[in-house]
Antibody, heavy 125, light 110 residues
């Protein structure tokens, strides 16, 4: 059974960097079955926003609205992937989810079948 | 403003059939498959439908979905109180080169 678990600070100061990690169990970040490891966020009372992914080839892709501030990386030895969001503001306050995705290279399909429980990050001084 | 457009809310009584619409354009729904997610209160989203109309193992066949052109819809038949939830559609968008979601639809079971 595949499980994902987010971890990281629940409080980040404005202008600093938000750093989260997603630990993978029951699967491998290196498995090649067209898997994409995603970060998604949900501001309080609002809808879902896709942040980006790291693929099984270690390629990355990001939401254009966040691209200049986001880094996603993978760690084979720890079987986890991480999110860094720089220069945060109160607008980055949200529940952050990691999720396993499947897709073809042409993105004719893209869906996320396993989600972590989410972690709440508040940006405040 | 979400790229995919969903009604903010729908409602129905137990046993009824309800549908939730999702409207996009040629860069997303018109050329890519749609997935649907259910988010129960206080919980993480759960995959409900993938590649337009496929149900993952464990999802009741009361949930079905279809797509036509640049629009998709989710249907829930035999409505139950536990179906009260937020529902999101999603698709890849070639113009934005990223995954996009609908704004979400809150289903209330009266």
């Amino acid at each position: 059974q595949v499980q994902l678990q987010e971890s990281g600070p629940g409080l980040v100061k404005p202008s600093e960097t938000l750093s989260l990690t997603c630990n993978i169990s029951g699967d491998s970040i290196d498995s090649i079955d067209n898997k994409y490891w995603n970060w998604i966020r949900q501001p309080p009372g609002k809808g879902l926003e896709w942040i980006g992914y790291i693929s099984y080839t270690r390629s990355t892709k990001f939401n254009p609205s966040l691209k200049s501030r986001v880094t996603i990386s993978g760690d084979t030895s720890k079987n986890q992937f991480s999110l860094k969001l720089r220069s945060v503001t109160a607008a980055d306050t949200a529940v952050y989810y990691c999720a396993r995705g499947f897709s073809k290279v042409d993105k004719s399909y893209f869906y996320m079948d396993v989600w972590g429980k989410g972690t709440t990050v508040t940006v405040s001084s | 403003q979400s790229v995919l457009t969903q009604p903010p809310s729908v409602s129905g009584t137990p046993g009824q059939r309800v549908t939730i619409s999702c409207s996009g354009n040629s860069a997303n729904i018109g050329s890519k498959t749609v997935s649907w997610y259910q988010q129960l209160p206080g919980a993480a989203p759960k995959l409900l439908i993938y590649t337009d109309n496929q149900r993952p193992s464990g999802v009741p066949d009361r949930f079905s979905a279809s797509k036509s052109g640049t629009s998709a819809s989710l249907a829930i038949s035999g409505l139950q109180s536990e179906d009260e939830s937020d529902y999101y559609c999603a698709a890849w968008d070639d113009s934005l080169n990223g995954q996009v979601f609908g704004g979400g639809t809150k289903l209330t079971v009266l």
